[in-house]
């Protein structure tokens, strides 16, 4: 069973930074593609990052675009959500996921972490 914990969350000005990383657990991360989704009580959780097994390609959201930045480093088994110029919009509970399909859709991932909340304060 893969494992997946988040962390870095926490409370931020608006206009400033967190990363985000994603710890998963066995050898098998590298088969997986991974992704980051967020989800704010009473809404639907939305697609924020993928990024491919290799690390190649990465695919964000348009309201994410250009402020954050998915990466992965395979021989820690850990993904990566650089978030920058943070607004209280991106105030959410972020998930991390895992899958065998490079996609932008929910249900195409297999695994899911717990959360951690990040929280923008304006």
């Known amino acids: 069973q893969v494992q997946l914990v988040e962390s870095g969350g926490g409370l931020v000005q608006a206009g400033g930074s967190l990363r985000l990383s994603c710890a998963a657990s066995g050898r098998t991360f590298i088969t997986h593609t991974m992704g980051w989704f967020r989800q704010t009580p009473g809404k639907e959780r939305e697609f924020v990052a993928a990024?491919?097994?290799?690390?190649?390609?990465?695919y964000y959201a348009d309201s994410v675009k250009g402020r954050f930045t998915i990466s992965r480093d395979n021989a820690k088994n850990t993904v990566y959500l650089q978030m920058n110029s943070l607004k209280p919009e991106d105030t959410a509970v972020y998930y991390c996921a895992a899958g065998s399909t490079y996609s932008v859709r929910e249900y195409n991932y297999n695994y899911w972490g717990q959360g951690t909340q990040v929280t923008v304060s304006s």
């Open positions: 990024i491919s097994r290799s690390g190649g390609s990465t």
